[in-house]
């Protein structure tokens, strides 16, 4: 199992990033996937950010980012994205993808800076 997340970046407040989750050596399409965050100071603390169903792609999103985040997937790239506007400095953090079991390796995570 490899999840490899990229994508992240340096972004002044307001600005937009787009988030990748490359994921294999599992079946990615019968998976209910995640992105989870690592705020600074709150190490191996890592909060749930938004989910995206197998069967039918419904979204669920964390109060906090909801309306400008947006998950997605590509099952035929056994890949999933975020898609992070209108950030702002407590977006700040590594972001990480995982099921939503959090039953997977996690990879190395991407590191997002929002400045004000």
């Known amino acids: 199992v490899h999840l490899m997340e990229s994508g992240g970046g340096l972004v002044q407040s307001e600005g937009s990033l787009r988030l990748s989750c490359a994921a294999s050596?599992?079946?990615?399409?019968?998976?209910?996937m995640s992105w989870y965050r690592e705020a600074p100071g709150k190490e191996r603390e890592r909060e749930w950010i938004a989910s995206i169903n197998q069967f039918d792609d419904r979204t669920d999103y964390k109060k906090s980012v909801s309306g400008r985040f947006t998950i997605s997937r590509d099952n035929a790239l056994n890949t999933m994205y975020l898609q992070m506007s209108r950030l702002k400095p407590e977006d700040t953090g590594r972001y990480y993808c995982?099921?939503?079991?959090?039953?997977?390796?996690w990879g190395q995570g991407t590191q997002v800076v929002v400045s004000s």
């Open positions: 995982n099921d939503e079991h959090m039953s997977l390796n």
């Open positions: 050596g599992f079946p990615f399409s019968n998976r209910d």
